[in-house]
Protein backbone atom coordinates (compact mmCIF):
# COMPACT_ATOMS: atom_id res chain seq x y z
CA UNK A 1 0.00 0.00 0.00
CA UNK A 2 1.31 3.46 -1.03
CA UNK A 3 0.90 6.44 1.15
CA UNK A 4 1.58 9.79 -0.31
CA UNK A 5 2.78 12.48 2.07
CA UNK A 6 2.87 16.14 0.21
CA UNK A 7 5.81 18.37 2.02
CA UNK A 8 4.81 21.98 1.43
CA UNK A 9 7.07 24.73 1.30
CA UNK A 10 6.34 27.12 4.38
CA UNK A 11 4.80 30.26 3.04
CA UNK A 12 6.64 33.35 4.35
CA UNK A 13 4.15 35.52 5.20
CA UNK A 14 5.12 38.45 7.79
CA UNK A 15 2.08 40.11 9.07
CA UNK A 16 4.01 42.95 8.96
CA UNK A 17 2.41 43.24 4.96
CA UNK A 18 -0.46 44.56 6.93
CA UNK A 19 0.27 47.02 8.20
CA UNK A 20 0.52 50.56 6.65
CA UNK A 21 0.26 52.31 8.99
CA UNK A 22 3.33 50.92 10.46
CA UNK A 23 5.49 51.32 7.42
CA UNK A 24 3.83 54.95 7.01
CA UNK A 25 5.13 55.95 10.11
CA UNK A 26 8.74 54.00 10.21
CA UNK A 27 7.44 51.20 13.21
CA UNK A 28 8.69 48.11 13.09
CA UNK A 29 5.64 45.55 13.47
CA UNK A 30 6.35 44.78 17.19
CA UNK A 31 6.50 48.73 17.81
CA UNK A 32 3.42 49.22 15.84
CA UNK A 33 1.30 46.31 17.93
CA UNK A 34 2.88 47.73 21.60
CA UNK A 35 1.92 51.08 20.24
CA UNK A 36 -1.87 49.97 19.26
CA UNK A 37 -2.42 48.23 22.07
CA UNK A 38 -1.09 51.13 24.66
CA UNK A 39 -4.61 53.18 24.37
CA UNK A 40 -6.41 49.91 25.51
CA UNK A 41 -4.52 49.21 28.81
CA UNK A 42 -4.66 52.78 29.72
CA UNK A 43 -8.32 52.89 29.09
CA UNK A 44 -9.12 49.82 30.88
CA UNK A 45 -6.89 50.55 33.52
CA UNK A 46 -9.07 53.26 34.43
CA UNK A 47 -12.11 51.82 33.99
CA UNK A 48 -11.48 49.73 36.33
CA UNK A 49 -9.62 51.35 38.88
CA UNK A 50 -13.16 53.37 39.16
CA UNK A 51 -15.68 50.83 39.52
CA UNK A 52 -19.14 51.85 40.10
CA UNK A 53 -19.86 48.82 42.56
CA UNK A 54 -17.75 46.70 45.11
CA UNK A 55 -17.53 43.43 42.27
CA UNK A 56 -13.65 43.14 43.61
CA UNK A 57 -11.62 44.15 46.07
CA UNK A 58 -9.52 47.09 45.86
CA UNK A 59 -6.23 45.15 46.05
CA UNK A 60 -7.45 42.73 43.32
CA UNK A 61 -8.38 45.69 41.00
CA UNK A 62 -5.01 47.25 41.40
CA UNK A 63 -3.07 44.12 40.98
CA UNK A 64 -4.95 43.31 37.69
CA UNK A 65 -4.35 46.52 36.54
CA UNK A 66 -0.62 46.23 37.51
CA UNK A 67 -0.46 43.07 35.75
CA UNK A 68 -2.20 43.97 32.47
CA UNK A 69 0.41 47.11 32.25
CA UNK A 70 3.20 44.80 32.88
CA UNK A 71 1.67 42.64 30.02
CA UNK A 72 2.48 45.61 27.57
CA UNK A 73 5.61 46.69 28.31
CA UNK A 74 7.04 42.29 28.41
CA UNK A 75 5.79 42.41 25.03
CA UNK A 76 8.42 44.44 24.11
CA UNK A 77 10.76 42.06 25.17
CA UNK A 78 9.77 38.94 23.23
CA UNK A 79 11.74 37.92 20.06
CA UNK A 80 11.04 39.31 16.82
CA UNK A 81 9.82 36.10 15.77
CA UNK A 82 7.01 36.07 17.89
CA UNK A 83 5.21 38.20 15.84
CA UNK A 84 5.28 36.76 12.82
CA UNK A 85 3.40 33.76 14.46
CA UNK A 86 -0.15 33.47 14.53
CA UNK A 87 -0.36 31.76 17.36
CA UNK A 88 0.86 34.88 19.43
CA UNK A 89 -1.97 37.14 17.86
CA UNK A 90 -5.10 35.39 18.51
CA UNK A 91 -4.90 34.65 22.13
CA UNK A 92 -3.67 38.45 22.73
CA UNK A 93 -7.00 40.06 21.04
CA UNK A 94 -9.08 37.56 22.67
CA UNK A 95 -7.29 38.31 26.16
CA UNK A 96 -7.46 41.79 25.48
CA UNK A 97 -11.22 41.47 24.21
CA UNK A 98 -12.32 39.84 27.72
CA UNK A 99 -10.43 42.37 29.64
CA UNK A 100 -12.38 44.62 27.29
CA UNK A 101 -15.61 43.52 28.35
CA UNK A 102 -14.46 43.22 31.97
CA UNK A 103 -13.73 47.02 32.54
CA UNK A 104 -17.03 48.19 31.05
CA UNK A 105 -18.80 45.90 33.45
CA UNK A 106 -16.95 46.08 36.71
CA UNK A 107 -16.43 50.17 35.93
CA UNK A 108 -21.27 49.61 35.27
CA UNK A 109 -21.31 53.41 34.05
CA UNK A 110 -22.01 52.00 30.57
CA UNK A 111 -25.90 51.65 29.59
CA UNK A 112 -27.29 49.30 27.46
CA UNK A 113 -26.92 51.56 24.03
CA UNK A 114 -23.47 51.94 24.93
CA UNK A 115 -22.86 47.92 24.77
CA UNK A 116 -25.03 47.65 21.51
CA UNK A 117 -22.50 50.60 20.11
CA UNK A 118 -19.52 48.61 21.40
CA UNK A 119 -20.54 45.41 19.85
CA UNK A 120 -21.48 47.31 16.42
CA UNK A 121 -18.27 49.18 16.40
CA UNK A 122 -16.59 46.15 16.78
CA UNK A 123 -18.45 44.61 14.25
CA UNK A 124 -18.08 46.84 12.06
CA UNK A 125 -13.91 47.25 12.24
CA UNK A 126 -14.05 43.16 11.41
CA UNK A 127 -16.43 43.23 8.52
CA UNK A 128 -15.09 47.09 6.41
CA UNK A 129 -12.31 46.47 4.62
CA UNK A 130 -10.88 50.35 3.50
CA UNK A 131 -9.33 51.66 6.56
CA UNK A 132 -10.31 55.18 6.04
CA UNK A 133 -13.63 53.83 5.85
CA UNK A 134 -13.36 52.20 9.06
CA UNK A 135 -11.96 55.16 10.77
CA UNK A 136 -14.84 57.14 9.78
CA UNK A 137 -17.45 54.56 10.97
CA UNK A 138 -15.73 54.89 14.04
CA UNK A 139 -15.19 58.43 14.15
CA UNK A 140 -19.08 58.90 12.94
CA UNK A 141 -20.22 56.28 15.64
CA UNK A 142 -18.20 58.50 18.67
CA UNK A 143 -19.99 62.07 17.61
CA UNK A 144 -23.05 60.34 17.53
CA UNK A 145 -22.66 58.91 20.62
CA UNK A 146 -21.13 61.91 22.25
CA UNK A 147 -23.79 64.07 21.27
CA UNK A 148 -26.34 61.77 22.37
CA UNK A 149 -24.33 61.59 26.18
CA UNK A 150 -24.15 65.35 26.15
CA UNK A 151 -27.92 66.08 25.77
CA UNK A 152 -29.01 64.12 28.27
CA UNK A 153 -30.55 64.82 31.40
CA UNK A 154 -28.27 62.63 33.52
CA UNK A 155 -25.08 63.70 35.59
CA UNK A 156 -22.26 62.24 34.38
CA UNK A 157 -19.28 60.70 36.09
CA UNK A 158 -15.83 61.62 34.77
CA UNK A 159 -15.59 58.18 33.67
CA UNK A 160 -18.68 58.48 31.92
CA UNK A 161 -16.54 60.54 28.81
CA UNK A 162 -13.90 57.81 28.45
CA UNK A 163 -16.66 56.27 26.62
CA UNK A 164 -16.07 58.44 23.54
CA UNK A 165 -12.45 57.62 23.05
CA UNK A 166 -13.00 53.96 24.19
CA UNK A 167 -15.00 53.10 20.80
CA UNK A 168 -12.18 54.77 18.55
CA UNK A 169 -9.89 53.02 20.06
CA UNK A 170 -11.85 49.77 20.12
CA UNK A 171 -12.49 50.17 16.28
CA UNK A 172 -8.93 50.89 15.76
CA UNK A 173 -7.73 47.98 17.66
CA UNK A 174 -9.71 45.31 16.19
CA UNK A 175 -9.82 46.74 12.29
CA UNK A 176 -5.80 46.71 12.85
CA UNK A 177 -5.13 42.82 13.68
CA UNK A 178 -8.33 42.15 11.00
CA UNK A 179 -6.41 43.47 8.26
CA UNK A 180 -3.76 40.90 9.21
CA UNK A 181 -6.08 38.30 8.94
CA UNK A 182 -7.17 39.76 5.42
CA UNK A 183 -3.77 40.42 4.53
CA UNK A 184 -2.78 36.61 5.26
CA UNK A 185 -5.62 35.33 3.62
CA UNK A 186 -4.48 37.11 0.14
CA UNK A 187 -1.20 36.49 0.61
CA UNK A 188 -2.04 32.47 0.97
CA UNK A 189 -4.40 32.47 -1.96
CA UNK A 190 -1.64 34.22 -4.14
CA UNK A 191 1.08 31.58 -2.97
CA UNK A 192 -1.26 28.88 -3.80
CA UNK A 193 -1.97 30.29 -7.14
CA UNK A 194 2.05 30.61 -7.56
CA UNK A 195 2.69 27.12 -6.35
CA UNK A 196 0.08 25.89 -9.18
CA UNK A 197 1.90 27.78 -11.80
CA UNK A 198 5.06 26.69 -10.67
CA UNK A 199 3.39 23.02 -10.74
CA UNK A 200 1.99 23.60 -14.13
CA UNK A 201 5.30 24.90 -15.35
CA UNK A 202 7.46 22.44 -14.31
CA UNK A 203 5.33 20.07 -15.86
CA UNK A 204 4.86 21.16 -19.46
CA UNK A 205 9.15 21.68 -19.32
CA UNK A 206 9.77 18.36 -17.77
CA UNK A 207 7.56 16.79 -20.71
CA UNK A 208 9.43 19.18 -23.30
CA UNK A 209 13.00 18.71 -22.19
CA UNK A 210 12.62 14.56 -21.13
CA UNK A 211 10.67 13.82 -24.58
CA UNK A 212 13.41 14.68 -27.06
CA UNK A 213 16.26 13.84 -24.96
CA UNK A 214 14.71 10.28 -23.89
CA UNK A 215 14.44 9.69 -28.09
CA UNK A 216 18.10 11.23 -28.97
CA UNK A 217 19.42 8.36 -26.37
CA UNK A 218 16.94 5.47 -27.07
CA UNK A 219 17.83 6.24 -31.11
CA UNK A 220 21.62 6.11 -30.34
CA UNK A 221 21.35 2.83 -28.21
CA UNK A 222 19.26 0.90 -30.95
CA UNK A 223 21.75 2.05 -33.55
CA UNK A 224 24.57 0.32 -31.11
CA UNK A 225 23.13 -2.43 -30.57
CA UNK A 226 22.87 -3.04 -34.39
CA UNK A 227 18.96 -3.38 -34.37
CA UNK A 228 18.79 -1.18 -37.60
CA UNK A 229 22.26 -2.44 -38.95
CA UNK A 230 26.01 -2.84 -38.49
CA UNK A 231 27.93 0.00 -36.89
CA UNK A 232 31.65 -0.22 -37.50
CA UNK A 233 34.19 0.93 -34.28
CA UNK A 234 34.26 4.79 -35.05
CA UNK A 235 30.63 4.71 -35.18
CA UNK A 236 30.06 2.64 -32.10
CA UNK A 237 32.33 4.59 -30.30
CA UNK A 238 30.91 8.24 -31.70
CA UNK A 239 26.91 6.01 -30.42
CA UNK A 240 28.53 5.89 -26.88
CA UNK A 241 29.74 9.15 -26.69
CA UNK A 242 26.21 10.46 -27.81
CA UNK A 243 24.49 7.83 -25.16
CA UNK A 244 26.92 9.38 -22.30
CA UNK A 245 26.07 12.72 -23.18
CA UNK A 246 22.81 12.44 -23.45
CA UNK A 247 22.78 10.57 -19.99
CA UNK A 248 24.63 13.53 -18.47
CA UNK A 249 22.30 16.13 -19.89
CA UNK A 250 19.02 14.14 -19.20
CA UNK A 251 20.75 13.78 -15.55
CA UNK A 252 20.94 18.01 -15.23
CA UNK A 253 17.78 18.41 -16.68
CA UNK A 254 16.11 16.34 -14.22
CA UNK A 255 18.06 17.97 -11.37
CA UNK A 256 17.35 21.23 -12.45
CA UNK A 257 13.74 20.32 -12.32
CA UNK A 258 14.00 18.52 -8.84
CA UNK A 259 15.66 22.04 -7.73
CA UNK A 260 12.87 23.25 -8.75
CA UNK A 261 10.24 21.48 -7.52
CA UNK A 262 11.78 21.44 -4.19
CA UNK A 263 11.54 25.55 -4.39
CA UNK A 264 8.42 25.51 -5.16
CA UNK A 265 7.47 23.60 -2.14
CA UNK A 266 5.81 20.61 -4.41
CA UNK A 267 8.35 17.78 -3.08
CA UNK A 268 5.78 15.08 -2.31
CA UNK A 269 7.00 11.31 -0.72
CA UNK A 270 5.56 7.87 -1.67
CA UNK A 271 5.43 5.31 0.84
CA UNK A 272 5.62 2.13 0.44
CA UNK A 273 7.65 -1.35 1.53
CA UNK A 274 11.17 -1.74 -0.07
CA UNK A 275 13.50 -4.58 0.15
CA UNK A 276 16.84 -2.82 0.21
CA UNK A 277 18.78 -5.88 -1.44
CA UNK A 278 16.66 -5.41 -4.38
CA UNK A 279 17.02 -1.30 -4.88
CA UNK A 280 21.17 -2.35 -5.14
CA UNK A 281 20.60 -5.26 -7.56
CA UNK A 282 18.96 -2.64 -9.75
CA UNK A 283 21.83 0.05 -9.26
CA UNK A 284 24.55 -3.09 -9.79
CA UNK A 285 23.27 -3.97 -13.30
CA UNK A 286 23.24 -0.18 -14.04
CA UNK A 287 26.66 0.26 -12.92
CA UNK A 288 28.69 -2.72 -13.74
CA UNK A 289 28.92 -1.93 -17.32
CA UNK A 290 31.79 -0.33 -18.84
CA UNK A 291 32.43 3.33 -16.84
CA UNK A 292 34.24 4.53 -19.70
CA UNK A 293 37.63 4.87 -17.17
CA UNK A 294 40.20 2.65 -15.16
CA UNK A 295 37.62 2.56 -11.78
CA UNK A 296 35.76 -0.74 -10.87
CA UNK A 297 32.63 -0.60 -8.39
CA UNK A 298 32.60 -3.02 -5.35
CA UNK A 299 29.20 -3.87 -3.88
CA UNK A 300 29.15 -4.84 -0.01
CA UNK A 301 25.32 -5.44 0.65
CA UNK A 302 24.13 -8.19 2.83
CA UNK A 303 21.44 -9.94 1.74
CA UNK A 304 19.53 -9.97 5.12
CA UNK A 305 19.01 -5.81 4.75
CA UNK A 306 15.39 -4.71 6.40
CA UNK A 307 12.55 -4.19 4.75
CA UNK A 308 12.08 -0.13 5.13
CA UNK A 309 9.30 2.09 4.42
CA UNK A 310 10.63 4.77 2.32
CA UNK A 311 10.24 6.58 -1.36
CA UNK A 312 11.82 3.76 -3.65
CA UNK A 313 11.88 6.46 -6.50
CA UNK A 314 13.57 9.19 -4.49
CA UNK A 315 15.86 6.30 -2.38
CA UNK A 316 17.02 5.75 -6.23
CA UNK A 317 17.63 9.01 -7.19
CA UNK A 318 19.62 10.22 -4.11
CA UNK A 319 22.02 6.68 -4.34
CA UNK A 320 22.81 7.20 -8.29
CA UNK A 321 23.46 10.76 -7.71
CA UNK A 322 26.42 9.49 -4.98
CA UNK A 323 27.16 7.05 -7.01
CA UNK A 324 27.74 9.16 -10.05
CA UNK A 325 29.65 11.90 -8.33
CA UNK A 326 31.92 9.16 -7.20
CA UNK A 327 32.09 8.13 -10.72
CA UNK A 328 32.97 11.89 -11.85
CA UNK A 329 35.67 13.19 -9.45
CA UNK A 330 37.63 9.67 -9.56
CA UNK A 331 39.75 9.33 -12.87
CA UNK A 332 41.11 5.83 -11.32
CA UNK A 333 40.78 3.04 -8.29
CA UNK A 334 37.57 1.87 -7.27
CA UNK A 335 34.12 2.92 -5.85
CA UNK A 336 32.69 0.87 -3.08
CA UNK A 337 28.93 1.07 -1.95
CA UNK A 338 27.89 -0.69 1.33
CA UNK A 339 24.76 -0.94 3.55
CA UNK A 340 24.69 -1.92 6.87
CA UNK A 341 21.76 -2.19 9.84
CA UNK A 342 21.41 -1.17 13.42
CA UNK A 343 19.02 -2.53 15.25
CA UNK A 344 19.58 -0.85 18.27
CA UNK A 345 19.33 2.66 16.29
CA UNK A 346 16.58 1.16 13.97
CA UNK A 347 18.86 2.75 11.22
CA UNK A 348 20.17 1.46 7.86
CA UNK A 349 23.35 3.50 7.12
CA UNK A 350 24.81 3.68 3.12
CA UNK A 351 28.11 4.58 2.57
CA UNK A 352 29.40 5.27 -1.34
CA UNK A 353 33.45 5.50 -0.48
CA UNK A 354 35.59 6.48 -3.67
CA UNK A 355 39.29 6.85 -4.24
CA UNK A 356 38.84 9.79 -5.85
CA UNK A 357 40.20 13.82 -5.58
CA UNK A 358 38.52 14.07 -2.82
CA UNK A 359 36.98 17.58 -1.43
CA UNK A 360 39.56 20.22 0.35
CA UNK A 361 38.31 20.80 4.17
CA UNK A 362 37.19 24.40 3.75
CA UNK A 363 34.18 23.35 1.36
CA UNK A 364 32.75 20.63 3.30
CA UNK A 365 30.74 22.36 5.42
CA UNK A 366 28.88 24.12 2.45
CA UNK A 367 28.88 20.86 -0.40
CA UNK A 368 25.32 20.59 0.05
CA UNK A 369 24.61 23.90 -0.65
CA UNK A 370 22.90 24.37 -4.53
CA UNK A 371 25.30 25.15 -7.70
CA UNK A 372 28.04 24.74 -5.24
CA UNK A 373 31.49 22.58 -6.06
CA UNK A 374 34.34 21.88 -4.62
CA UNK A 375 35.96 23.59 -8.05
CA UNK A 376 34.08 26.44 -8.80
CA UNK A 377 36.19 28.40 -11.17
CA UNK A 378 35.40 28.49 -15.08
CA UNK A 379 38.04 26.27 -16.03
CA UNK A 380 37.47 23.47 -13.70
CA UNK A 381 38.03 20.21 -15.01
CA UNK A 382 34.40 18.21 -14.03
CA UNK A 383 31.09 19.11 -15.25
CA UNK A 384 28.12 19.71 -13.71
CA UNK A 385 25.67 22.64 -11.85
CA UNK A 386 26.48 21.98 -8.67
CA UNK A 387 22.67 20.17 -7.78
CA UNK A 388 23.45 16.44 -7.30
CA UNK A 389 24.38 17.01 -3.51
CA UNK A 390 21.88 19.59 -3.02
CA UNK A 391 18.94 17.12 -3.82
CA UNK A 392 20.88 14.19 -2.20
CA UNK A 393 20.56 16.22 1.02
CA UNK A 394 16.84 17.50 0.44
CA UNK A 395 15.44 14.22 -0.74
CA UNK A 396 17.51 12.38 2.22
CA UNK A 397 15.26 14.64 4.62
CA UNK A 398 12.19 14.20 2.94
CA UNK A 399 12.43 10.43 3.68
CA UNK A 400 13.36 10.82 7.40
CA UNK A 401 17.17 10.47 7.15
CA UNK A 402 20.59 12.37 7.11
CA UNK A 403 23.60 12.63 5.22
CA UNK A 404 27.33 13.12 6.25
CA UNK A 405 30.27 13.24 4.32
CA UNK A 406 34.14 12.58 4.97
CA UNK A 407 36.79 13.59 3.04
CA UNK A 408 40.41 14.30 2.29
CA UNK A 409 41.83 16.08 -0.83
CA UNK A 410 43.84 13.09 -2.96
CA UNK A 411 42.58 10.42 -0.91
CA UNK A 412 39.02 10.54 -1.82
CA UNK A 413 35.64 10.83 -0.16
CA UNK A 414 32.50 8.82 2.01
CA UNK A 415 29.27 9.91 1.85
CA UNK A 416 26.88 8.47 4.52
CA UNK A 417 23.57 7.68 4.41
CA UNK A 418 21.16 7.35 7.12
CA UNK A 419 17.56 6.04 6.98
CA UNK A 420 14.89 4.85 9.95
CA UNK A 421 13.82 1.46 9.85
Known amino acids: MEVRINIPKPIDFSPSTASSAATHFGLSLKASIILIRWPVVLICSYLLLFPAGEYLSEIVLNTFVVLFVVSNVAINFLDDSWFTSWSFYYPLVIGDTIVLTLSLMINGTADNEFYLTFFLVILASCIVDDARLRAAVAGLATIIYAILLFISPQVMRPAEFLRLPFLFVVSLFYGYFTQFIRMEKAHREQAEFTSRARKEALDIVSHELRTPLNLIGGYA??????????????????????????????????SVLDMARIEAGELSVVLEEIRLPD?????????????????????LIPSE????????????????????????????????????????????????????????????????????????????????????????????????????????????????????V
Open 305 to 420: LPTIRSDKAKLTIVLQNLINNAIKFTDHGQIEVSARHFAEKKSVEIEVKDSGIGIPKEALPVIFEKFRQADNSSTRNYGGVGLGLHIVKAFTEALGGSVAVASQPGKGSTFTLSLP
Open 279 to 299: VFQGLRLYYDASLGKPVSMRW
Open 221 to 254: QVLKDRTLGEVNAKQEEALSKILRQSDNLLSTVN
